[in-house]
């Protein structure tokens, strides 16, 4: 991965500025970033400097490289694949006059970078961005072109290489399309949008392709002064979301299933916006960037809604240029912006934990003589409950959601000499998740002697955990009795290898009070006290 093969090491200052943190990540840098997040939630930015494409990415300090030499990029947008391999596409200024659409992509050891429009055969052609989404390891780029022939071309790759279709109306040699951005949904079904020109006035159209043709419709008419950048995304619902700047407006559109129901989401006061893009949660929350340029000052914000819209300003008001803010949301709800400063020439990104609705905590697990007793504190109140993850982050130890009152654990099923990495997943009322703490135990390698643990949970309400070691092969007993000493159950009898075991006890069918719980191993005899209570 891209990630292994780091070339430059950079050096970043941070500060705090009210919920944000910013960081610098590069100097000497162009314009137009790009942020995303991969499967770690750890951030990479694309940008543009003096050596062509270059890459950067954060798993504790930020790294740089370049992706391709030789090219003037702009238009750039960043995706991560199936394997946190980083895709970047990008438009290549060839020289003043023509334009080249270009890819560059990581295979795990190299970079590769392809040219997908020929601009040898296509007339007169200038573009003006360009959006690549992945799914997987499916890939879509779209972007425009807005002298003749103007048109909103996207090109996929789903495993069979590159294929490329019309998104936008083709017979309409008086338009012009610009700023577009594109999805996918579940289906596989691709939604762009984009702004549409003609003569001095704007519009807005969307285009959804089913795989074998795209069906065009016009959202805003030709009735708008000027309509600026537009982003997209999809949830897990598979609604869109649309933003888009209108004039002095930044304008967001939910799908209601066949059309967007569009709303005015800031209105500027002063000054002039500078780039726009959106993220969207898998729960459909929206978050949106805008930077607002002041003159000698300016301002990156991140747009939320909570019932109404809120703009919270990320980095203050600054002196400098303040451009191109891209914006990503992570797994666990936290947000990061890229922007640059184009006075002095340097890539930031801004980060903020205070969308995600909890905080972290402290995970914390000790041996006891059942296993590896695990605890951690509240660390929200409006969740659905709690996972824990040993080692992967496949299946959870828990079979049914922890609840929130719950804080401990027991893993009983452990192996002496091995270490264990556990991590704790809240799980917020909307579904998202977040890990919030983790931490490593070890469970030393000491000598096997014969033991019974406590059960757990004690009390216990129909079922509980009971473990043992046993020092040597052999015969077992281990039964139920009541405080009179009647057996009420044998749990197991026969023979078994040393080492540790674990069973459950069902006990629904007994009444609430206390029992014993007898081991019999080895001529010895130990005795654990459990409490049914309902």
């Known amino acids: 991965m891209a990630k292994k093969l780091l070339l430059l090491v950079l050096i970043f200052a941070s500060l705090t500025l009210a919920d944000w943190t910013v960081e610098t990540v590069a100097s000497s840098v162009r314009d137009c970033p790009d942020i995303a997040f991969d499967s770690a939630n750890n951030p990479g930015i694309a940008i543009f400097n003096s050596s ?21 990029p702009y238009g750039i947008s960043l995706g991560y694949d199936s394997q946190d391999d980083p895709h970047i596409g990008f438009i290549d200024e060839w020289d003043m006059l023509d334009d080249r659409l270009m890819y560059s992509s990581h295979d795990g050891s190299s970079w590769t970078t392809v040219m997908l429009t020929d601009f040898n055969d296509m007339a007169d052609l200038y573009n ?25 071309l996207l090109f996929y790759n789903t495993g069979m290489g590159w294929f490329d279709t019309d998104m936008a109306d083709t017979g309409s040699p008086n338009l012009r399309y610009v700023n577009s951005a594109v999805c996918v949904n579940s289906s596989g079904d691709v939604f762009a949008v984009y702004g549409t020109v003609q003569g001095t006035t704007y519009g807005l159209s969307y285009s959804i392709f089913d795989g074998s043709s795209s069906t065009v419709t016009v959202l805003q008419g030709f ?57 969207i949660t898998p729960a459909g929350d929206p978050f949106i960037t805008f930077t607002q ?25 600054v002196s400098g240029e303040l451009a191109y803010s891209n914006i990503a949301v992570d797994s666990g709800r936290n947000v990061g912006i890229s922007y640059t400063n184009d ?57 049914e959601l922890l ?16 270490e264990y990495e556990y991590r704790l997943e809240a799980i917020e009322l909307d579904g998202t998740s977040h890990i919030v703490g983790d931490c490593v135990v ?51 009898s026969g023979n078994q290898t040393a080492g540790r075991h674990s069973l459950s006890w069902n006990a629904s069918g007994v009444a609430t009070g206390a029992y014993l719980i007898r081991l019999e191993a080895a001529g010895s005899m130990l005795t654990k006290r459990a409490v049914i209570s309902r």
């Not at 003006?128 to 909103?152: C, E, N, Q």
């Not at 340029?293 to 008001?317: H, I, M, P, R």
């Not at 609840?403 to 091995?418: C, N, P």
């Not at 309400?461 to 009420?488: C, E, H, K, P, Q």
């Open 52 to 72: 062509g494409l270059r890459y950067y990415y954060n798993d504790g300090s930020w790294n740089g490289e370049t992706a391709t030499g030789t090219v003037y």
């Open 128 to 152: 003006t961005s360009s959006s690549i989404y992945l799914v997987g390891d499916d890939r879509y780029l779209l972007h425009d072109t807005y002298f003749t022939p103007s048109r909103a």
């Open 223 to 279: 009735d708008a002064p000027y309509i600026g950048r537009a982003s997209c995304g999809v949830d897990a619902s598979d609604n869109y979301h649309i933003a888009y700047l209108y004039g002095d407006d930044i304008r967001y559109g939910l799908w209601n299933g066949s059309t967007f129901d569009v709303e005015t989401a800031h209105t500027l006061s002063g000054g002039t916006f500078d780039g726009l893009d959106m993220a």
């Open 293 to 317: 340029d002041n003159g000698s000052q300016s301002e990156v914000f991140c747009l939320t809604k909570d019932g109404s819209w809120t703009a919270d300003s990320v980095t203050g008001s």
């Open 343 to 399: 006075t002095t020439d340097v890539l930031h990104y801004a980060y903020s934990t205070d969308y995600s609705g909890i905080e972290d905590t402290t995970l914390s697990g000790r041996v006891a003589d059942e296993g590896v007793m695990l605890n951690w504190e509240s660390v929200g109140d409006e969740l659905l409950g709690f996972n824990l993850y040993r080692d992967d982050m496949v299946t959870p130890l828990n079979g």
């Open 403 to 418: 609840s929130t009152t719950d804080s401990r654990w027991l893993d009983s099923i452990v192996v002496i000499g091995e």
């Open 442 to 492: 070890r469970v030393p390698d000491t000598e096997a002697a014969l033991s019974l643990s406590d059960p757990y949970p004690n009390p216990a309400v129909d079922s509980l955990t009971v473990s043992y070691t046993l020092a040597t092969d052999g015969a077992i007993n281990l039964s139920v009795y009541d405080l009179s000493g009647r057996l009420v159950e044998t749990l197991i």
